[in-house]
């Protein structure tokens, strides 16, 4: 069975560098996307991005100018780096494996919790 | 952006069907997939392209999409099936995934 697995600071200061890492178990990114997706507190969820065995990377439009979502494939280690956070950012982080072919994502890492605060 | 509206909450009593609705433009042209999220815990997905199940997902999970509104329907509810339920396609226009804002559903 895959599962990711996913880890990170959890208190960040306004203006710092988000950074969490994702792995997999029992499986791969190959074949699939690597996807990062967030969910403030109490609220929906919001897809942050994704990228390909390729390194071919695609960001929400809203978050683009900040977000570098990164994969090396020698270890199936993902990557999500946001700068100049604020506490609009305070929010779970969850990575997923994204498919190709419909877009749909499963399984979900079990979350972080990313706090902005001063 | 494209928009998906769900209804923030649909109870139902247990032994009877719950359906959980999404609406958006012209989604029966879309692929809907659906996903469980229990409290403090990350989101499962139940239902892929409108009426597949992920391995292990009970079959009394189910969907269906027609016209302007996709469905996600929970037949004989189990109190076990309290949960935030969301839906989301893949909106081509923007290329990127979108979500509806979620139901939670209560088991009376």
């Known amino acids: 069975q895959v599962q990711l697995q996913q880890w990170g600071a959890g208190l960040l200061k306004p203006s710092e560098t988000l950074s969490l890492t994702c792995t997999v178990y029992?499986?791969?990114?190959?074949?699939?996307?690597g996807s990062w997706i967030r969910q403030p507190p109490g609220k929906g969820l919001e897809w942050i991005g994704e990228?390909?065995?390729?390194?071919?990377?695609n960001y929400n439009a809203s978050l683009k100018s900040r977000v570098t979502i990164s994969l090396d494939t020698s270890n199936n280690h993902l990557s999500l780096r946001l700068t100049s956070v604020t506490a609009a950012d305070t929010a779970v982080y969850y990575c997923?494996?994204?498919?190709?072919?419909?877009?749909?994502?499963?399984?979900w890492g079990q979350g972080t919790l990313v706090t902005v605060s001063s | 952006s494209y928009v998906l509206t769900q209804p923030p909450s649909v109870s139902v009593a247990p032994g009877q069907t719950a359906r959980i609705t999404c609406g958006g433009t012209?989604?029966?042209?879309?692929?809907v997939h659906w996903y469980q999220q229990k409290p403090g815990q990350a989101p499962v997905l139940v239902v892929y392209?409108?009426?597949d199940r992920p391995s292990g997902i009970p079959e009394r999970f189910s969907g269906s999409n027609s016209g302007n509104t996709a469905t996600l329907i929970i037949s004989r509810v189990e109190a076990g099936d309290e949960a935030d339920y969301f839906c989301?396609?893949?909106?081509?226009?923007?290329?990127?995934?979108?979500f509806g804002g979620g139901t939670k559903l209560t088991v009376l």
């Open positions: 029992g499986g791969s990114f190959n074949g699939s996307y």
């Open positions: 997923a494996r994204g498919s190709v072919t419909s877009f749909w994502f499963d399984p």
């Open positions: 392209d409108d009426t």
């Open positions: 012209n989604i029966a042209d879309k692929n």
């Open positions: 989301q396609v893949w909106d081509n226009t923007n290329d990127h995934a979108v």
């Open positions: 990228i390909n065995n390729s390194g071919t990377t």
